[in-house]
């Protein structure tokens, strides 16, 4: 990624720019969804009870402010980045688990199944964006402790 920086000459501001409009881009679902979870309370625990998480009103409504809390917390996580690499690691997890319970196409007869497909792919592709948003994070670091300088949110320091 240097080297093609280097070649085409983007302003280190543009790439900053970028970088965070990419990150907030991968992190927008699970903003809004922890928002609308948040904003409309017995909505989420019906969502945990339609998926069959905890059926019982008081695991429920405990699996649903956890997720709430998982969603927006992993987010700014990623978002600040603060933690960037745990955020990233929670949300691929979530999604990950999320994805096997809610899109079973498996299961669906077409025409159903089709989109039920499609959503589960492009689930994993999120899986693999936060993982690459993990590793990222962790080389930076990395980079940064061998060349002795403080990593920077949101920067890669070069090695």
């Known amino acids: 990624m240097a080297a093609l920086v280097k070649v085409i000459h983007v302003p280190a501001p543009a790439l900053r720019m970028l970088h965070g409009l990419a990150l907030l881009g991968l992190c927008a679902a699970y903003l809004q969804g922890g928002l609308n979870k948040a904003l409309d309370f017995p909505g989420a625990v019906a969502e945990m009870r339609h998926f069959g998480l905890w059926p019982a009103a008081p695991m429920a409504v405990a699996v649903a402010v956890a997720v709430i809390v998982l969603e927006l917390g992993a987010s700014l996580l ?28 498996w299961l669906l007869a077409p025409p159903e199944r089709f989109m039920v497909e499609n959503a589960f792919f492009e689930h994993l592709g ?30 890669r320091v070069a090695p």
């Open 126 to 155: 999120l899986v693999g964006g936060f993982l690459l948003v993990a590793l990222q994070d962790w080389e930076s670091r990395a980079a940064a402790r061998l060349s002795g300088v403080q990593a920077v949110a949101g920067e």
């Open 78 to 105: 990623i978002l600040s980045g603060r933690g960037r690499w745990l955020g990233a690691l929670l949300l691929a997890a979530f999604t990950l688990a999320a994805t096997f319970l809610a899109n079973r196409f």
